[in-house]
């Protein structure tokens, strides 16, 4: 920091254990603090939240200091993030920014710091079904690991990234890519990740809010169901129009006329027979491995999943539908007078019912959510007595947000959020060189129980007090509760 008379030549930052020593014009390691005249600045302007209808606002778009009045309050109530705020090293400073207001008559802090997680990592969802990999798989990216497959999900796959094991854990390559890549999904830029051991490996490009890019084939639709599923969903429109139905899927296949949904209606056996593991009537499991054909199956030919037909129940002429989960390939068959199924026409109705099955599909599109551990050291700087924090948090007494998002706060021990990364303001994270992610973390309760877990009450600053050179303003996000609001807290529910 400057010292008044002679500027030094470079100063030390203490934002983080880094502690660059940073000349001045320059910036650190992380770009996020530089020397200015020898002064310590925070490069990122501090970011607000107007409490208004409009949908978040890019970064930078509003940083024009000549639009800035130098008033952070006017217009509506505002809400202080901590992102741009900086951070606070070691643990025993107090965060940045402890800002109080009145809120309905309430006197309410808001305690706003950038944590450094260690502790970290993203969980993303990718909905497809297309096979990506097997659970427990390795994804890398520029070569070094950075997570792994984890389970399937109802027509998504999922991933775990990051993580204190790759951040720290490993080489140093290793922890630099890891953090890279948390930073890049986090901030909802683009990422190409490879899936699997040499000579099996998928790539998939994953953006927040966006279609994934599987071997460079952008994802179109999510299943509304399994195979099964369709058959009970779809069963009355089929009916009277074909025979046999039988929606293939990688994880559970459905067939009309064996499944519960066919009998209640009267279909009558085929004498189809599938290949792959029964489960109950109509539902079979592993009628092929997975891949990225038909139904995340394997198979771009739906005739390999069928054995022979029975002779004793088959009847030449008999009219076959097979369609996968998401309806994108369907085809018509009709068996000849050797029982065999013959691919024909498909007619109208038929086409119509498929295109119904693609009509109820959702756009497949990646989601991340940060994940991470407001560790001791970050709760030390909301008070000298952490764990009383974590108490006030389960005790619905704090709300923890993260760029103004709702934070789900996980049961148990500590205080551990996941966020979901589109809810929160453009460019909210950043890193440092540890390697670590820096994320914005408030916590916002009463003045009055600020005091009583031990808060630094004796820093806090009304928010008409607030000065900052640089400040971007953003509307409320739409699906987003204010984080200052009575109904968050189980005081206002005593008094209701
Ligand atoms: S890495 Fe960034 S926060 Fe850490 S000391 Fe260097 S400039 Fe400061």
Redesign the pocket.
């Known amino acids: 920091m400057a010292d008044g008379g002679v500027k030094p030549k470079k100063i030390r930052?203490?934002?983080?254990?880094?502690?660059?020593y940073?000349a001045d014009g320059k910036?650190?390691?992380?770009d996020?603090?530089a020397n200015q005249g020898g002064d310590l600045i925070r490069l990122d302007a501090l970011t607000i939240i107007q409490n208004t209808d409009h949908k978040l606002v890019p970064f930078l778009q509003n940083l024009d200091p000549s639009e800035w009045d130098g008033n952070i309050i006017n217009g509506n109530r505002p809400f202080i993030t901590a992102v741009g705020a900086g951070?606070t090293y070691p643990d025993y400073k107090p965060a940045p920014f402890i800002v109080s207001q009145d809120v309905q008559g309430v006197d309410m802090v808001t305690v706003v710091t950038e944590g450094i997680f260690s502790y970290c990592g993203v969980k993303v969802k990718i909905d497809t079904d297309r096979h990506i990999g097997h659970e427990s798989d390795i994804v890398r990216v520029s070569g070094e690991p950075v997570g792994h497959v984890t389970t399937t999900e109802y027509g998504s796959k999922m991933l775990s990234l990051g993580g204190v094991e790759h951040l720290t854990g490993g080489s140093k390559a290793e922890g630099r890519i890891t953090c890279s890549t948390l930073l890049s999904l986090c901030n909802r830029e683009a990422v190409e990740v490879v899936i699997g051991e040499e000579g099996h490996e998928i790539t998939v490009v994953i953006q927040a809010g966006k279609a994934p890019v599987i071997d460079g084939i952008e994802e179109n639709l999510m299943r509304v169901g399994c195979g099964s599923a369709a058959i009970g969903m779809f069963a009355k429109q089929w009916l009277n129009h074909v025979d046999e139905v039988i929606v293939v899927d990688d994880h559970i296949t459905g067939v009309l006329s064996e499944h519960e949904a066919g009998k209640q209606l009267d279909v009558p056996p085929t004498g189809i027979k599938i290949k792959g593991r029964r489960s109950t009537p109509g539902r079979y499991f592993q009628v092929a491995e997975p891949g990225t054909g038909w139904g995340g199956t394997d198979i771009e030919d739906p005739l390999t999943i069928l054995g022979p037909f029975n002779p004793k129940v088959a009847q030449p002429g008999t009219r076959i539908l097979m369609v996968s989960t998401t309806g994108e390939q369907s085809g018509y068959y009709e068996l000849d007078k050797n029982l065999e199924p013959k691919l024909k026409q498909m007619p109208q109705k038929l086409q119509a019912a498929s295109d119904l099955i693609a009509e109820n599909c959702e756009p497949s599109i990646c989601s991340v959510l940060f994940m991470g551990g407001a560790g001791g050291s970050l709760r030390a700087g909301v008070t000298e007595n952490p764990v009383r924090l974590t108490r006030s948090v389960k005790n619905a007494l704090t709300f923890v947000s993260c760029g103004g998002a709702e934070a789900y706060v996980w049961p148990g021990g500590g205080i551990t959020v996941m966020v979901d990364v589109l809810d929160m303001p453009t460019n909210s994270f950043g890193y440092?060189?540890t390697p670590a992610l820096v994320a914005p973390i408030e916590f916002t309760m009463r003045v009055e129980d600020y005091a009583i877990l031990g808060g630094y009450t004796q820093e806090i600053k009304s928010v008409d007090q607030l000065s900052r050179e640089r400040v971007r303003t953003v509307g409320k996000i739409e699906n987003q509760p204010d984080p200052m609001h009575p109904s968050n807290f189980s005081w206002a529910k005593d008094r209701a």
Request: with cysteine; glycine share 6%; proline share 11%.
């Open positions: 930052c203490d934002a983080c254990p880094v502690m660059c940073i910036s650190g390691a992380c996020r603090y951070t440092v060189p």
